[in-house]
């Protein structure tokens, strides 16, 4: 039997779901105490005395990877689609088999992402809050229909995400070098970025984070968004120059922002986006839905357990 540590929150939220499936293959799953991720010591300390590893959004760097090579760690899976946290040369350096687990939540996502759109569009989230605080407000909201969104990334979220528009009346523009052709989505407009940024009501990011795309949203393209834009993120926070975001929601060129992701997580106290009252925040869950996490979870139970117990 391997010993396995979880450090996904979604996975640990299900964890007695799949406690018995593991062991089914050998592999005996341990709980980690976990709000969003654990630091690069406390993962020191802990992973040198496990077999394997799930790992959710933590820093898996190379020092992460040498200490637990240096004890029992000899295989690893990245619970979900993104891995810009994880060291996968450290890991081919080392001998340790890493996976992740793609494909598995781009309608949850996407589903996510178009509430933001909606919320956003009509201000359904500060109408909530104001009649919780005893009002009856009645903001004037914009229509979607005729609308254009860019959306950021052609992945499973991102190809959902433009199905879900324009199945709501909306013109769709897609940003994405790294997919080319036929995107099996009729009437979809391409551009490279930031070309027309200048056309969208709304601008949408989908994608994974990589060297070349952080801080693609900075204060030099959004100064030649439209006035009033509406920006939503649900992929990664460091997309986004957040400062530059704030002086923009200030001065009224974004008019609202919806943000599942943050450059850091969980969003500081002393944030000034918590000021902002049209915006609407998440806490980085836009894939943890019950179906999907289970979905994910025996996923990467199934390829952890391949790399010990190949055939």
């Not at 309608?107 to 989230?125: H, N, Q, S, T």
């Not at 994405?176 to 989505?185: E, H, K, N």
């Not at 979809?188 to 801080?215: G, M, Q």
């Amino acid at each position: 039997m391997k010993d396995v540590l979880v450090t996904c929150p979604p996975m640990l939220g299900q964890f007695d779901r799949f406690v018995q499936g593991a062991g089914d293959r050998g592999l005996r799953l341990h709980r980690a105490d976990v709000t969003q991720t654990l630091s690069e010591d406390e993962l020191c300390a802990l992973l040198p005395g496990y077999d394997g590893w799930i790992i959710g959004d933590d820093p898996a760097t190379r020092r992460v990877f040498e200490t637990g090579k240096a004890g029992r760690l000899r295989a690893a899976v990245k619970w979900g689609i993104g891995v810009d946290n994880v060291d996968f040369a450290a890991c081919e350096d080392l001998g340790i088999p890493i996976v992740n687990t793609p494909m598995m939540f781009g309608a949850e996502v996407a589903d996510v992402a178009v509430g933001y759109v909606i919320g956003l569009a009509r201000e359904l989230f500060l109408i909530d809050r104001g009649v919780r605080a005893g009002g009856w407000p009645k903001p004037a909201g914009i229509s979607l229909s005729g609308k254009r969104a860019g959306v950021v990334g052609l992945g499973d979220i991102g190809r959902n995400t433009c199905r879900r528009l324009q199945a709501l009346g909306m013109t769709v523009l897609a940003y994405d070098p790294g997919v080319d052709g036929d995107t099996g989505i009729a009437g979809l407009d391409r551009a490279r970025w930031p070309e027309a940024v200048e056309s969208l009501d709304f601008l949408i990011f989908t994608c994974a984070l990589n060297s070349r795309n952080f801080h693609m949203l900075d204060a030099q393209v959004l100064a030649r968004c439209k006035p009033g834009i509406r920006v939503v993120n649900v992929a990664r926070g460091p997309l986004i120059d957040e400062t530059a975001l704030i002086a923009a929601l200030q001065s009224g060129q974004v008019h609202s922002a919806a943000l599942d992701v943050f450059e850091a997580e969980p969003l500081p106290a002393d944030s000034p986006l918590r000021g902002m009252e049209r915006c609407i925040f998440g806490s980085h869950n836009g894939s943890n839905t019950v179906d999907a996490v289970i979905r994910a979870s025996h996923e990467a139970i199934r390829r952890l357990s391949e790399f010990f117990f190949r055939s």
